[in-house]
Nanobody, 121 residues
């Protein structure tokens, strides 16, 4: 199986910045797309940003121009740089990876445990 471990969450004031990291480990044949999702209390989980193995990116309209997703394929790690943070960015952020563990298996999505990001003064 694939394990995803996140770090970098915490409390930040409006207008501040945070950088989230997510590293994959375990039995991995190949990781395809990686992404960040978030879920605020009482709301549905939503896609924040995604990146393919080739580096193509996609962002939610609410974070365009403020967030940047990147990855280091050699380290099986994905990052989310969050700038100009707003209170409405407060949520639990989840790392996701589309991966297969052997050449014989089909790919599936794996999830991190989630990390809390709180934007408040």
């Amino acid at each position: 199986q694939v394990q995803l471990v996140e770090s970098g969450g915490g409390l930040v004031q409006p207008g501040g910045s945070l950088r989230l990291s997510c590293s994959a480990s375990g039995t991995i044949f190949r990781i395809y797309a990686m992404a960040w999702y978030r879920q605020a209390p009482g709301k549905q989980r939503e896609l924040v940003a995604a990146i393919t193995g080739g580096g193509s990116t996609n962002y939610a309209d609410s974070v365009k121009g403020r967030f940047t997703i990147s990855r280091d394929n050699a380290k099986n790690t994905v990052y989310l740089q969050m700038n100009s943070l707003k209170p409405e960015d407060t949520a639990v952020y989840y790392c996701n990876a589309d991966a297969k563990i052997t050449t014989w298996t089909t790919s599936r999505h794996y999830w991190g445990q989630g990390t809390q990001v709180t934007v408040s003064s």
